[in-house]
């Protein structure tokens, strides 16, 4: 079944603690892509990737770090995660210019 | 600065009635525009991906137009049903998988 699957689907962390949520697809997709998802604010990019070695900034990157080492992977790292970045996270992949599919998201707590 | 407005925030309708459900964006530059729906407290699935070129995409009771030089799209849901209510979401492509999210639209569909 062609899927995008995120690891863990609920953390709960406190500040300062390195973690890692981990995104992987099926598809065979060149491009992926994080997001975040609060109330009032809506799905914002975070960082994208068009290939292997290939990243770029989305809209609110600060705070976040990604590496694209292989295709069908695409982990979100929070070096020293802060209360800010509470939120729901979801990872994306597409093909070109096709549709993106969505993960099943991660909600993150950061005490 | 792109920005994607989805208008109304919210829409409740007698279930049977066709509706439409507006996405607006500010620079015609895009790559392709992707309607979703979102269920609450669940991940995003794809409805209708137009590309740029295209005029309308339809899919079942869904139907979705794109205005590339007005900056506008529509989604039509014909004979809405409960099972529609969510939340809907447009999404443009603005190149190289750099994507901009509207607000969404949640509708609730009476039975």
């Known amino acids: 079944e062609a899927q995008v699957t995120q690891n863990p689907r609920y953390l709960i962390t406190v500040t300062g603690k390195k973690l890692t949520v981990t995104c992987s697809q099926n598809m065979n997709h060149e491009y992926m892509s994080w997001y975040r998802q609060d109330p009032g604010l809506g799905l914002r990019q975070i960082y994208y990737?068009?290939?292997?070695?290939?990243?770029d900034k989305g809209d609110v990157p600060e705070g976040y770090k990604v590496s694209r080492k292989e295709k069908r992977n695409f982990p979100l790292i929070l070096e020293s995660p802060s209360p800010n970045q509470t939120s729901l996270y979801f990872c994306?992949?597409?093909?070109?210019?096709?549709?993106?599919?969505f993960g099943p998201g991660t909600r993150l707590t950061v005490l | 600065k792109q920005e994607v407005t989805q208008i109304p925030a919210a829409l409740s309708v007698p279930e049977g009635e066709n509706l439409v459900l507006n996405c607006s964006f500010t620079?015609?530059?895009?790559?392709?525009l992707q309607w979703f729906r979102q269920d609450p407290g669940k991940g995003l699935t794809s409805l209708l991906l137009?590309?740029?070129?295209?005029r309308e995409q339809t899919s079942g009771r869904l139907n979705a137009s794109l205005d590339k030089s007005s900056g506008r799209s529509t989604l039509y849901i014909a004979a809405s049903q409960p099972g529609d209510s969510a939340t809907y979401l447009c999404?443009?492509?603005?190149?190289?998988?750099?994507?901009?999210f509207g607000a969404g639209t949640r509708l609730f569909v009476k039975a």
């Open positions: 990737s068009m290939n292997v070695e290939v990243t």
């Open positions: 137009i590309q740029s070129s295209q």
């Open positions: 999404a443009i492509n603005t190149g190289g998988f750099k994507t901009i």
């Open positions: 620079d015609s530059a895009i790559y392709n």
């Open positions: 994306a992949s597409s093909s070109g210019l096709g549709e993106q599919f």
